[in-house]
C-alpha cells in the first residue's frame, strides 16, 4: 500500500483503513480472536497502518484485541477510536457528546487499548444537545493532556461540522481534520454537502459502507439472503440495478466486484482525500478487498457507474447549476473557474 497525509494532520496513513467492528462475536457475527488475529496480520503485512475501532464496538472486545495486537508496535499505527454511543443502559450520562461522557469513554478506552495515547479521535454522531464550543472545549483538554493527539468527526451535517472548525480556527483550538460518512454506490447523498466541505477544509474523508453491506459483491444477486432484509435500500430494484452493473464492470476488467466498489469510492472525485474503511469476518475477504489498491478503474467504467448509481442534489445544488440561473450569474459567459 501507499501512504497518504489525513487530512492537515500530518499524519502518514495507508490508503486504506482497516475497520474493526468485526473483532468479536458479542453481535452474532463477526470473528473469534484467532480470525481477527489473522485479519489484523493480513492488513499489516500489506503495509497497513491505520486502525478504526470505537468503544461501543462489540461491547469493547475490538478495542481489548487490537491493543494486544498493536503492543509491541504502538508507534506504527495510527489508532482511532471513537466516543458519544452508549456503553451503559439507562443511563444517560454513559452516552453523548458532552464532557463528562467524553472523558470518561476516552479513559475507559484508552484502558481497553492498554495504550496512553488515541492517535485519532473521533466524534461517533452528533446527538443534538451539546453546544459545539462546549464540546470542543472538552477536546482541547484531552488534546493538551497528551490523551488525544487529533480530532475528528462522524456521522454529523455539514453546517456543524462547519461550524465547528471555523470556531476552532477563530479560538485558535485544533479543528477536526477527519469526516467519516457512509458513502458507496447505493449512497452518494454525501456529495451534496459533506464532501464539498470537506474538501473547502481540508478533511480527509474515511468512508464507511463502501460496498453496500456486501449488497455490491452481487451476493444478493446471485440469491445470498445474509442479514439484510429484502426490503433494505442495499437490496431494492434500485440496489440490483447498480450491483448488476458493479458485476459486469468487474467481469470486464476481470477483477471482483468488491473491488470495483471500493475503487469507485476511492477514485471517483481526485480533489478529496478519500480513505475507504475496509473489514471483513474473515481474512481472505480481506486479502480480496486489499487487491484494490492494484488497480485503477478507467474513465469510462467510473463514468458509467457515476450514471447508473446518480441521484438528485436537490436545492439548491441544482438550482443554481441550471442554464437559466447560470446565465443570470455570469452574464451568458461560462466561467473559467
Known amino acids: 500500500m501507499q501512504y497518504r497525509l489525513f487530512g492537515r494532520s500530518g499524519l502518514r496513513v495507508s490508503e486504506l483503513c482497516l475497520?474493526?467492528?468485526s473483532f468479536g462475536t458479542e453481535w452474532g457475527w463477526g470473528a473469534d480472536r484467532n480470525e481477527s488475529k489473522r485479519i489484523f496480520d493480513a492488513y499489516a503485512e500489506k503495509g497497513g497502518n491505520f486502525l478504526d475501532t470505537a468503544n461501543r464496538y462489540t461491547e469493547g472486545t475490538s478495542e481489548r484485541w487490537l491493543g494486544e495486537f498493536i503492543k509491541s508496535e504502538r508507534h506504527h499505527f495510527v489508532l482511532a477510536t471513537k466516543f458519544t454511543l452508549r456503553d451503559e443502559m439507562n443511563d444517560p450520562n454513559f452516552a453523548g457528546n458532552h464532557r463528562k461522557n467524553m472523558h470518561r469513554s476516552v479513559e475507559e478506552s484508552l484502558r481497553r487499548l492498554d495504550t496512553e495515547f488515541?492517535?485519532?479521535?473521533?466524534?461517533?454522531a452528533w446527538d443534538g444537545t451539546v453546544?459545539?464550543?462546549e464540546m470542543l472545549r472538552g477536546l482541547q483538554d484531552l488534546i493538551r493532556s497528551g490523551k488525544v493527539?487529533?480530532?475528528?468527526?462522524s456521522d454529523t451535517p455539514a453546517w456543524i461540522v462547519s461550524q465547528g472548525n471555523t470556531l476552532a480556527e477563530l479560538r485558535g483550538w485544533d479543528a477536526f481534520v477527519g469526516l467519516q460518512v457512509?458513502?458507496?454506490l447505493l449512497a452518494r447523498t454525501a456529495e451534496r454537502d459533506l464532501f464539498p466541505m470537506a474538501e473547502n477544509f481540508g478533511l480527509a474523508i474515511t468512508p464507511w459502507g463502501s460496498i453496500g453491506g456486501g449488497a455490491l459483491t452481487g451476493k444478493y444477486l446471485k440469491g445470498e439472503t445474509g442479514r439484510l432484509p429484502a426490503h433494505s435500500i442495499r437490496r431494492n430494484e434500485r440496489a440490483n440495478k447498480i450491483a448488476?452493473?458493479?458485476v459486469k464492470v468487474a467481469d470486464k476488467l476481470g477483477v471482483p466486484p468488491v473491488q470495483v466498489a471500493i475503487n469507485w469510492v476511492r477514485q471517483r472525485n481526485p480533489a478529496l482525500n478519500v480513505i475507504p474503511i475496509v473489514g471483513a469476518s474473515k481474512a481472505e475477504q480481506l486479502s480480496t478487498s486489499m487487491e484494490c489498491v492494484n488497480f485503477t478503474l478507467p474513465a469510462k467504467q467510473i463514468a458509467e457507474l457515476d450514471e447508473v448509481s446518480k441521484i438528485e442534489l436537490g436545492?439548491?445544488?441544482?438550482f443554481l447549476k441550471s442554464d437559466n440561473v447560470q446565465e443570470l450569474l455570469f452574464g451568458g459567459k461560462?466561467?473559467?473557474f
Open 19 to 21: 475497520g474493526t467492528m
Open 118 to 124: 488515541i492517535d485519532l479521535l473521533w466524534v461517533h
Open 131 to 133: 453546544q459545539m464550543d
Open 149 to 153: 493527539h487529533h480530532i475528528a468527526i
Open 182 to 184: 457512509e458513502y458507496s
Open 244 to 246: 448488476a452493473k458493479v
Open 315 to 318: 436545492f439548491p445544488h441544482d
Open 334 to 336: 461560462k466561467p473559467l
